[in-house]
């Protein structure tokens, strides 16, 4: 394999440009992208650009925050950066090209972990046709990742500003699977593996978000920090009232397992967890829906309370905020 | 000022989206960008691109290796940041137009540093016309700032690989400036004063780079980790050598003076030196050098060493690795 190296070396051991050279190794063999004019190793890339425009957007993963190395393995670690950056692509309407990482690290990281993450990450933005295109390391007491994704969008972007009363509420994606995955981690167990595995690689629906656009969704945004949360900011950003009908939802077995294990209601899963990064998205009344996507509720005039759930105040946690 | 806030408060204390709302206030005030078709705030921006070409670049600086708190203002460390990355694009010979920033940080970091980090940070950004357009907050045991800089070439991006025997090298902008400012505080002096200003903020010449590209030059590259080691780079890069001719640098005043309290050549802070972001480019021998551009060695024929100082090896420090 390219990219297997001797298991004791660090990234210190490699040196910044040994390191560099060993990951551009790595993401030439997996996912170089297209339209690349000037690929890594100047001092920015050059990129094609045939739409008139970009979608840009930027995420921090911190370690110990957003992932621990004992949770996930490195190739693990490295489909979810990608997947989470990819996913707000494709909560614009939009399909992701190009991608930049920064990545900070101790100097006693393993130097295959570098290599294994860079491998899952330009795995996962093969699975669209993006590619890796640059990106920087440092030192730092911990390892953080901060992922930049280019694209572009197939339609006029969808905005989180876009539902009015009238609309539906719609779903498409796994939704609670991998927060049920991270409270069986979060207790010490290792199963269901199904959430575990949604856990460490969520798989979004990276095609539903174009579909959506094509489809006349007029809200969009994906579900990264909970079902609720990002419902408050479509709900606030377009000025009306959301409400998720919990009756829409199909429980899957293995979160009702959990459930049952960990005394907790599965539907806690469902309406306040995220990193499925499932689309969430509002469609004029009238609209069939396209494929995968579910009817989860419905949008009404502003009134005292952004979200409801089944028309009332919702008491438990809606999501996850970072200070 | 719309950015004053308590100073006693941290950034726990305003919350995630607390500090972002704030931090998209200055933002706004300050520098909000041109062609921003969607700017801050949903899943993404979206920025239209009038050249048929995006040109991207990522850089980390992380808290106790690029910059320390009690070493400069964070006004500073967000000029520092905004030109780092303005300067890739200057050496491709682009201008640059928008920036995220990916933002980890304590949580008991004062609120007030990272809205003076934005000030200045967009302060930068705005001397060029660029625009601060998205990115993402998080907690971790130290500040870690990753920016990712977009842009667009005025004529062909210039490479690194571009130089050929024959050409000449020249050097645009302060060299030596910064790294005299930093020996300085290394120290705990805080003077010259001209030289701590500079290091803490860099004044690369943003104009230099679209104007060499447009002049012919065959390569180029930004000063960030040492001269010497970007000569380096060029050289390897275009499978030439290159050799820099000391005579050719006037040592300013304030570097001498170091020099002498130090007991250091103030020729190392010139030849190691980085953090100016001055520019390196090569040009046909036969063209006439842009203004502000001072003509500091010579191209060759691949040879033993990549590099050579007044036509031979180098013993001095040559610039910095991360690892």
Chains 1, 2 share one sequence.
């Not at 991608?99 to 900070?104: M, P």
């Amino acid at each position: 394999m390219a990219d297997a190296i001797d298991q004791d070396r660090t990234v210190a051991d490699l040196g910044e440009f040994g390191l560099i050279g060993r990951i551009n190794e790595v993401v030439t063999a997996t996912a170089p992208g297209t339209d690349v004019l000037v690929g890594p190793g100047d001092d920015a890339a050059v990129l094609r650009v045939r739409k008139g425009h970009v979608v840009v957007s930027t995420d921090v993963m911190v370690e110990g925050r957003h992932f621990r190395r004992d949770w996930a393995e490195a190739v693990d670690v490295g489909h979810r950066a990608a997947a989470q950056n990819l996913s707000d692509i494709n909560a614009m309407g939009g399909r992701a090209q190009w991608l930049t990482v920064g990545l900070a690290a101790p100097a006693d990281l393993p130097a295959q972990w570098a290599l294994d993450f860079t491998r899952g990450f330009a795995e996962e933005c093969a699975t669209v046709g993006a590619g890796l295109v640059g990106g920087d390391i440092s030192r730092a007491d911990q390892v953080m990742i901060s992922v930049t994704v280019l694209g572009a969008c197939i339609v006029s972007p969808v905005l989180r500003t876009g539902a009015v009363p009238g609309d539906v509420l719609a779903l498409c994606g796994r939704q609670g699977w991998a927060a049920g995955g991270l409270a069986v981690l979060g207790r010490g167990f290792r199963s269901p593996r199904v959430l575990v595995e949604a856990y460490r690689r969520p798989e979004p629906p990276y095609d539903a978000g174009p579909g959506a656009a094509e489809a006349g969704a007029t809200a969009m945004i994906d579900v990264s920090d909970g079902l609720l949360a990002e419902a408050r900011h479509l709900a606030e950003g377009s000025g009306v009232t959301i409400d998720v009908e919990t009756a829409a939802f199909d429980v899957p077995e293995p979160l009702v397992a959990v459930g049952q294990a960990l005394g907790a209601d599965p539907m806690q899963f469902i309406l306040g967890g995220g990193e499925d990064h499932s689309l969430l998205a509002t469609f004029p009344g009238g609209v069939a829906l396209p494929e995968g996507w579910v009817r989860i509720g419905t949008v009404g005039a502003r009134g005292e309370l952004p979200v409801t759930v089944d028309g009332g105040a919702y008491e438990g946690p809606t999501g996850w905020t970072h200070f």
